[in-house]
C-alpha cells in the first residue's frame, strides 16, 4: 500500500524563538532601545519616573512644542479631519498638500516639490522610481538605510565610495559600463557622525559625468544656510543639487517627508513612486505643522544661530574631556569609543545614572548595521533650547562617566 508522507517545512518563526538578544540585554539592565517617555518630547524628559536630559531627539530647533506649530495642526485638525484615508494618487491629495509643496518648492529654489508621508518612503518612492534594472547608483559608503533599501527596490547595479570621496565618485563614473544612466546619492550632513559632505566638488564629479545627484539633506534642512535651506544653501550650491530630500521628523518638528526638483522629474516620480502611489497620504494636521515651521525656520535665524553655538559649547566641551567627536561640525555629536562593550557601558552608565543624579542624560546607543563595526558610538543630538546650564550637567555627566568607564 502506498503511505503518503507530509513533506514538513521549517518554522518560520523558529528565528524569533531562537532570538535572545534583546531579552538578555533587558535582563541585564542595559537594553537601550524603545524606551518609554512618560512626558513630551523636550530637552528634558520623564523616563522610568527620572528626569533626564534628551540627547537623543532630532528636535533640532525646538519646534515640537512651539504654540504657533501646534495651533496650526490644530486648526487643520478640526478642518480636514484626523487622516486623508486615500493615497495622494486617488482621493487624498488636499488643497494643504498642494500649499505645503509649493513653500517647499521655493524653499530649496527648484520648480516643483512632492510630498511623502515619511522620509523613508520619500527615499524609497524616488530612487526606486528613477533608477531601473540597466541603471548605476553610485552612494557614499556612509548613507542612510532608507537611501539603500529604495537603491535594492530600484534592481539597478550598485557601487559605494569611500566616504566623502569625489575623486573616488570620479573614478567610478569613469569606469561605469553599459548604456544605462547613473545617479549619485548622498547626504548633506551624515546622520550618524555630524559632518557635511564636500558638495562642490562632488556635484562637480558627477555632472562632469554626465550623472544626476540626489541629496538627502533630513538633518541639514533647517539647520545650515542663511534661510535654513540647508547644506546646499550653505555650500554655494543649492542650484546645482538636481533633486534635494528632506524630511520633516527633525528641525520641522513633525513627520514626513518631501523631495524637489524639476517639474519633469517631479511629475513622473509623482506617477512612478510605489511609496506614494500604494500608501496614504500625509495626514494634513503634519503638512500644517510643516508649514509654519518652514516659516519660522525662515524668519528667525537666532534659533539656528543659538543651535551653532550651544553645539559648539558641547562638542568643545566633550573634546576637552578627552572624547572623540570625530568630524563633528553640526548638532549631531558622535561620541566615539571603539567597540560594542564600551560604548554599552557608557550608554549604561549615563542611563542608570538618573537614579544617583538629578537629571541623568539620555542618549542614542549606535552599533552595526547602523554604523560600521569598530565605530560604535553614542549618538548626541543637541537642540536650540538647551540651555548652557544643560549643557554643563551634561558635561559634568560625561566627565563622571567617562571615568567610571575608564574611556577617558
Ligand atoms: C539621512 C536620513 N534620511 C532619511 C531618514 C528617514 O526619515 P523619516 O524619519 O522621516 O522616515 C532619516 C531619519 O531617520 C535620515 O536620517
Redesign the pocket.
Known amino acids: 500500500m502506498h503511505t503518503m508522507h507530509t513533506h514538513k517545512v521549517m518554522d518560520i518563526f523558529a528565528r524569533c524563538a531562537e532570538y535572545r538578544a534583546a531579552e538578555e540585554a533587558r535582563r541585564g539592565g542595559y537594553y537601550p532601545y524603545f524606551h518609554v517617555l512618560e512626558s513630551a518630547p523636550g530637552p528634558e524628559v520623564v523616563i522610568g519616573g527620572k528626569v533626564m536630559l534628551m540627547l537623543a531627539s532630532n528636535d533640532y530647533l525646538g519646534l515640537a512644542h512651539d504654540p504657533r506649530v501646534q495651533a496650526a495642526a490644530a486648526h487643520a485638525l478640526h478642518h480636514y479631519g484626523t487622516g486623508c484615508c486615500s493615497s495622494r494618487f486617488l482621493a487624498g491629495t488636499l488643497r494643504i498638500h498642494e500649499k505645503l509643496e509649493t513653500r517647499l518648492a521655493a524653499f530649496v529654489h527648484k520648480e516643483a516639490a512632492l510630498v511623502f508621508s515619511?522620509?523613508?518612503q520619500a527615499?524609497l518612492g524616488l530612487i526606486s522610481a528613477l533608477a531601473h534594472r540597466q541603471d548605476w547608483i553610485f552612494a557614499d559608503k556612509l548613507v542612510?538605510a532608507?537611501i539603500l533599501d529604495g537603491c535594492c527596490l530600484s534592481h539597478a547595479r550598485m557601487a559605494r565610495f569611500p566616504h566623502n570621496d569625489a575623486a573616488s565618485l570620479a573614478t567610478l563614473l569613469e569606469n561605469m559600463g553599459g548604456d544605462g544612466g547613473a545617479l549619485v546619492v548622498i547626504?548633506g550632513v551624515y546622520?550618524m557622525d555630524g559632518d557635511i559632505a564636500p558638495l562642490p566638488a562632488l556635484l562637480a564629479a558627477a555632472h562632469a559625468h554626465g550623472a544626476r545627484v540626489i541629496v538627502?539633506d533630513?538633518?541639514g534642512i533647517g539647520v545650515l544656510g542663511a534661510n535654513g535651506a540647508g547644506t546646499a544653501e550653505e555650500l554655494g550650491c543649492l542650484d546645482e543639487v538636481d533633486v534635494v530630500m528632506g524630511?520633516?521628523?527633525k528641525s520641522l518638528a513633525a513627520?514626513?517627508?518631501f523631495i524637489a526638483g524639476a517639474s519633469k522629474v517631479i511629475d513622473y516620480v509623482r506617477h512612478h513612486a510605489r511609496a506614494l502611489i500604494f500608501s496614504a497620504a500625509l495626514p494634513a494636521p503634519m503638512a500644517a505643522a510643516v508649514i509654519t515651521a518652514l516659516e519660522i525656520v525662515q524668519q528667525e535665524p537666532a534659533r539656528r544661530a543659538r543651535l551653532r553655538q550651544v553645539s559648539d559649547l558641547l562638542r568643545t566641551g566633550l573634546q576637552d574631556l578627552g572624547f572623540d567627536v570625530g568630524a563633528s561640525v553640526t548638532p549631531i555629536i558622535p561620541v566615539l569609543v571603539g567597540n560594542m562593550e564600551r560604548a554599552a557601558a557608557l550608554w549604561r552608565t549615563l542611563y542608570l545614572w538618573r537614579t544617583l543624579y538629578a537629571r541623568g542624560v539620555f542618549t542614542s546607543l549606535v552599533i552595526p548595521p547602523a554604523v560600521p563595526p569598530g565605530s560604535e558610538r553614542l549618538r548626541l543630538s543637541i537642540s536650540a533650547i538647551h540651555t548652557d546650564e544643560h549643557i554643563a550637567r551634561i558635561l559634568e555627566h560625561f566627565a563622571k562617566a567617562g571615568r567610571a568607564t575608564h574611556i577617558i
Do not use: L, R, V
Request: no cysteine.
Open positions: 515619511t522620509g523613508m527615499n542612510h532608507s547626504e546622520s538627502d533630513a538633518h524630511t520633516f521628523s513627520s514626513g517627508g
